[in-house]
């Protein structure tokens, strides 16, 4: 739903053994930005609600730190983006759930 929520129209997925050695999710969204990143894996967090009254206008799939931050516990989750507005890409790591510094990319 992560790339759905972004607006993407396009959507690849390439799995590697079942999944169990890599599963790779690229699509043409929106993009999160830098300062986003490292709570995009963080257990309840999104940058979906600026205020309470965001719940009475929700339109979204999901909220994307739920799914993430199962993922980012028991893998290397690696989250690769960039917005229009930025000139490059930024890719964040987690280990062990645990954001490292986001890097250009």
Same mark, same amino acid.
């Given at each position: 739903?992560?790339?759905?929520? %972004? ?19 690229? @699509? ?7 300062? @986003? ?9 999104? *940058?979906?609600?600026? *205020? ?14 739920? %799914? ?16 229009? *507005? *930025? ?19």
């Amino acid at each position: 739903e992560n790339c759905l929520d %972004a607006g993407s129209t396009q959507i690849t997925i390439k799995v590697e053994k079942g999944g169990l050695a890599k599963l790779t999710i690229q @699509d043409n969204g929106c993009g999160i930005p830098k300062e @986003d990143l490292a709570l995009a894996a963080t257990r309840h967090a999104t *940058s979906k609600l600026r *205020s309470v009254q965001d719940f009475h206008s929700l339109a979204t799939y999901g909220f994307r730190g739920e %799914a993430l931050a199962s993922i980012s516990m028991v893998s290397q989750l690696t989250i690769t983006s960039r917005t229009a *507005s *930025s000139p490059v890409g930024f890719t964040q790591v987690y280990r062990n759930g645990t954001p490292t510094n986001p890097q250009p990319r």
